[in-house]
């Protein structure tokens, strides 16, 4: 279970930062006040336009960033106090995260698993069950930097879950990858809520929020703009769909800002 309370992020920005903004505030509101919880056995939508502030949220809940304000506990654990007790129990994974393109994928997945003391035994049963299930078998001795993309994204999550994790976080899990590599992701992440993990994934593809959740954060300029399930989210629009409903979401959020 993870139970963030009042998470607020605020970046300092440096004076090339600020003319890149083009502001004249120092100071960055990345996440404001967002308070949510997330249960085993369902997956939990971060939903918002680039920049709202998901990654930011992941990246606290993974204990790469510290909050600024607030709490972010996971399983118990407090990600500030006990951070390596958090890094036990989860899998996360983004996109800039890149794995060493001199390494085979097996390499890298054994090397990972051994720093998550897996069981040797264990080590090689989640390697071959991983590695058949997303196709790297036949590909998992060839270095990464001569893998696709796909081939890529798919060997990072693999490395990413080699510890059979509790709670799994996947930032843009299917960004940039073609139709079919995608498909296995968003099947495998169903796969994972079946076996009662808690699955958070960021996203601002609607179709995929709308076959994945159970229940969505949608998050605006930082702000948790609306919290629930898709029907709780369309009676609160108005809308029969998440695309439209998000919209109005984005138009009402802007409409209060000016």
């Known amino acids: 279970m993870i139970e963030i309370r009042n998470l607020t992020k605020i970046y300092k920005l440096s004076s090339g930062q600020m003319k890149k903004l083009k502001t004249k505030n120092s100071r960055k509101v990345a996440v404001d006040n967002i308070s949510f919880e997330a249960k085993k056995g369902e997956i939990l939508g971060l939903l918002g336009p680039n920049g709202a502030g998901k990654t930011t949220t992941l990246r606290c809940i993974a204990t790469l960033l510290k909050p600024t304000d607030g709490t972010v506990v996971v399983d118990g654990h407090d990600t500030v106090r006990e951070p ?17 393109p001199q390494f085979s994928a097996r390499y890298l997945f054994d090397f990972f698993g051994r720093l998550h003391q897996v069981p040797e035994d264990k080590l090689k049963q989640r390697r071959e069950e991983l ?3 997303f196709g790297i078998d036949g590909f ?3 270095k990464i930097e001569e893998l696709s993309t796909g081939m890529k994204q798919k060997a990072a999550i693999a490395v990413s879950l080699v510890h059979d994790p509790d709670i799994v976080i996947f930032d843009e899990p299917t960004s940039g990858l073609d139709i079919i590599t995608a498909r296995s992701v968003t099947d495998y992440l169903l796969e994972l809520k079946k076996k009662g993990k808690l699955v958070i994934v960021s996203t601002h593809i ?40 998000f919209f109005e979401l984005y138009r009402v959020n802007h409409k209060e800002d000016r």
Do not use: H, P, Q, W
Request: aromatic share 6%; hydrophobic share 35%.
């Open 140 to 142: 998992e001795d060839k």
């Open 206 to 245: 609607m179709s995929e929020a709308e076959k994945l959740c159970d229940r969505l954060i949608v998050i605006i300029d930082g702000k948790k703009t609306a919290e629930g399930t898709l029907r709780d989210i369309y009676d609160e629009t108005g809308k029969d769909n998440l695309e439209d409903a």
């Open 131 to 133: 590695f058949s299930y």
């Open 84 to 100: 390596e007790a958090v890094r036990a129990s989860i899998g996360f994974l983004t996109n800039e995260i890149k794995l060493d």
